[in-house]
């Protein structure tokens, strides 16, 4: 299995190693997400979701159909044709072990604590509640001892 199979590797504990490198794409990882609560959808549906051009999905549903994950059926409304969209049953199991492994990342599951042996927290890591050197709770800076608010959010321009 290479890196850029369709299928999740298996190469470690890391959550990681459970995502799919398929769904590593923003469009088709919106695809599948706005498949998996419905039976199907339909191919404009999906495409105002998702915001993206006929061309664009298209290209997107192809990879996902080539990889047995989305079905595509042609049907018609009255002289109209129109065109479905569906998650395959892999599909869905796919993408709910991809999810998983994007939580369990995000929530630091298998990905270990940063610590020396003996449980001491090594230089250069901070330990939980701990604020860095140069930095106050709320991501606020110390300067000289004084802290500075955040500027992140506060509408002006630093250029």
């Known amino acids: 299995m290479t890196e850029g199979s369709p299928q999740a590797g298996t190469g470690g504990s890391h959550p990681r190693h459970a995502l799919v490198p398929l769904l590593n794409s923003p469009v088709r990882l919106s695809v599948v997400a706005a498949l998996s609560p419905v039976d199907r ?3 404009a549906v999906v495409r105002d979701l998702v915001e993206v051009t006929d061309s664009a999905l298209s290209k ?5 159909e080539a990889a047995g994950w989305v079905a595509v059926s042609k049907g018609r409304s009255g002289r109209r044709p129109l065109t479905w969209l ?5 599909g869905r199991a796919v993408y709910r072990r991809h999810v998983a492994a994007l939580r369990a990342i995000a929530e630091g599951d298998g990905a270990g604590h940063i610590t020396a042996p003996g449980g001491a927290v090594p230089d250069g890591a901070v330990p939980d509640g701990a604020v860095p050197d140069g930095a106050a709770p709320g991501g606020d800076t110390v300067l000289d001892g004084v802290v500075s608010p955040s500027c992140h959010d ?3 321009d630093h250029t």
């Open 41 to 43: 959808a339909e191919f």
């Open 86 to 90: 569906a998650l395959t049953a892999e």
């Open 60 to 64: 997107q549903v192809a990879a996902l």
């Open 154 to 156: 506060d509408g002006h």
